[in-house]
């Protein structure tokens, strides 16, 4: 259907010129419709986005910016906020815990992306070769996944300190089996999940080429290495970016598994700012102005990440 | 060569069922744990419950009375089910509408969505907590509404994706038959978008059911408390913890979890296999 004239109406509310307007190319047809339909919508917007809207700003948008405010602020609730400036921030120098978790959060990071992701693109590799019971095994190791924080930390806890027992010791004798058990934790929970989006990746890489690679003669590691990996390179940054945001964020599972026992030694960030804001009366802004570190830490970390894979991702 | 490589599948299946058993190995653990005494959940952890060290289920009712299990789970139900209802309807109505009518107040909150995603918990949740207070939204309907707010990011990001994939043409159509745009989203937008809808449900159903520490800041913890919370109340003070009760309320904690995995499992890995593409 053709619309009237009148209606042209570029999206900037410009009357279309009455060259373009002859030749009535396909585009310009269809900016008019789109602007009809725009109109018809507009008014609608109280019912379509204002709950949302509303909730989102309750949810997130006051509290953010609320927030960064605070972080320069001494206060005990939120309306009680003197501003000081900076001195939140120069305070965070001075409480060596939140060094000390600033530290063990990335080498946990560092160590359980690794590890996860390895161990995925393994099992994946290893499930898409048609073995008998395939969808069992990838049942069972997706399960964790649907189990919370919480009730993982103490069914590990259960586990771990069983087995320390055997040699004397508990989780929370020193920070480093905190870490290797909360690394454990964190791989048996993670693993199913990237197994799934490594599967559906490699599942698209394209038979021909990996044929046409056979053909041409190249090993099976030849292959894995020129044709899949490049292949699966989204799987690859989707994987990464889920288990480093994960981990760096990682609040539930440290709080049941040891809880930063022994004396804070294996408190990651997340819990570090639970405590400071809850656990000493008078740091509140402190733990604000952590958390405004920590958001800029996960901003960054998370972009650079994206920014490097992505440019390994071929065009497909 | 055919009957070597179906020699390796077939080791490949035997080492594979062996690492699942051991990969079931800690709720199985937990399971045999939980039918044992007290005193011999951390002393002996590996042994078989039996003879004197047999409790029948003193443990599930210990635990249940505890914590208030079937409070907190009729709660934490309420919570998840509520809430990822009002965001797929909610959200989807927003990012149907921030696709198709171009201004910059939709395009801001388009962006301010994609940029909620990297903000994490802890950098709101102290002014969240107060807020919600100040509103007197502590009770699961008002936590309802926080999750709204707080999963729209994502939720509008996906929805985004998809509805920028549906042809013009069909909304149109709708249009010109007379249809209202609330018609025409509930008659023809909505239907078409379901597998995105699916997706979506099942992200926020998993993070929500096994969420503590928002409902934990934000409900009212005297009068409700989720699975999360209650479980983690265990632990009382001076860190002991009731290892009895404990692993029976974990047994009953799974146990649900595990049944509606097994049945919707295709819709899941589905669900999280789309979600990572588009995230």
Avoid at chain 1, 18 to 43: C, N, Q, W, Y
Avoid at chain 1, 47 to 53: A, D, I, K, N
Avoid at chain 2, 40 to 50: E, G, N, Q, V
Wanted: hydrophobic share 50%; proline share 4%.
């Amino acid at each position: 259907m053709l619309c009237p004239p009148s209606r042209y109406k570029l999206p900037c509310g410009h009357i279309r010129c009455p060259k373009s307007m002859d030749t009535r190319t396909l585009e310009g047809i269809k900016k008019g419709r789109v602007t009809i339909m725009e109109k018809a919508i507009k008014k609608y917007f109280p019912v379509f986005v204002l709950p949302t809207l509303i909730a989102f700003s309750i949810g997130f948008f006051a509290p953010f910016i609320m927030g960064v405010y605070l972080s320069f602020c001494k206060f005990t609730t939120v309306t009680d906020a003197k501003f000081t400036g900076l001195s939140n921030y120069t305070k965070i120098f001075s409480d060596s815990t939140f060094g000390h978790a600033f530290w063990y959060t990335a080498a946990f990071t560092i160590v359980s992306v690794v590890l996860i992701n390895v161990l995925a693109f393994a099992v994946a590799l290893l499930l898409t070769r048609k073995i008998r019971g395939t969808n069992v095994f990838r049942t069972v190791f997706f399960m964790p996944n649907l189990i919370g924080g919480i009730i993982l930390g103490y069914i590990w806890q259960l586990l771990l300190n069983g087995i320390l027992l055997q040699f004397g010791r508990t989780l929370t004798y020193s920070s480093t089996y905190g870490f290797w058990g909360l690394v454990i934790l964190i791989c048996w929970q993670q693993v199913g999940y990237m197994m799934i989006i490594y599967i559906a990746g490699i599942q698209n890489v394209p038979g021909e080429l990996v044929e046409a690679a056979k053909i041409d003669g190249a090993s099976p590691v030849q292959i894995l290495k020129n044709v899949t990996l490049p292949m699966v390179m989204p799987s690859i940054t989707v994987c990464t970016f889920l288990t480093l945001t994960n981990s760096f964020k990682l609040f539930d599972q440290n709080l049941a598994l040891t809880a930063g026992e022994p004396s804070k030694m294996s408190e990651m960030l997340a819990l570090n700012i639970y405590n400071t804001f809850y656990g000493r009366t008078g740091w509140e802004g402190v733990g604000q102005a952590k958390a405004v570190i920590f958001f800029v830490l996960v901003a960054v970390i998370s972009i650079a990440q994206n920014r490097l894979t992505r440019v390994k991702e071929v065009q497909q | 060569m055919n009957t070597n490589k179906s020699r390796t599948n077939g080791l490949l299946t035997v080492i594979f069922s062996v690492i699942s058993v051991f990969y079931m190995f800690p709720i199985l653990l937990v399971l045999l744990n939980s039918f044992k005494k007290k005193a011999y959940i951390s002393k002996r952890p590996f042994a078989l419950p039996t003879g004197k060290m047999f409790v029948q289920l003193d443990n599930y009712v210990n635990g249940i009375k505890k914590t208030g299990f079937f409070e907190a789970f009729g709660w934490t139900l309420f919570i998840t089910v509520g809430s990822v209802v009002v965001i797929i309807l909610c959200t989807s109505m927003c990012a149907w509408y921030i696709t198709r009518v171009k201004n910059r107040l939709t395009s801001a909150i388009y962006y301010v969505c994609l940029f909620s995603m990297i903000v994490p918990f802890q950098m709101v949740m102290f002014t969240l907590s107060k807020i919600a207070n100040m509103l007197h939204l502590s009770t699961p309907w008002g936590l309802i509404i926080i999750y709204l707010g707080f999963g729209a990011g994502l939720a509008v990001f996906m929805f985004c994706g998809f509805v920028k994939s549906i042809p013009l043409e069909i909304e149109e159509a709708a249009m010109i038959d007379g249809c209202t745009p609330i018609q025409t989203y509930f008659r023809v937008v909505f239907p078409i978008m379901k597998p995105t809808c699916i997706t979506v449900a099942i992200l926020q159903a998993m993070w929500i059911w096994n969420d503590y520490l928002l409902p934990l800041l934000v409900l009212d913890i005297k009068k409700y408390k989720t699975l999360s919370i209650a479980i983690q109340y265990l632990r009382g003070g001076y860190g002991s913890i009731d290892m009895g009760a404990m692993m029976g309320v974990l047994v009953l904690a799974i146990i649900p979890i595990i049944i509606f995995y097994l049945a919707c499992q295709k819709y899941i890995i589905e669900g999280v296999v789309a979600g990572a593409v588009k995230g």
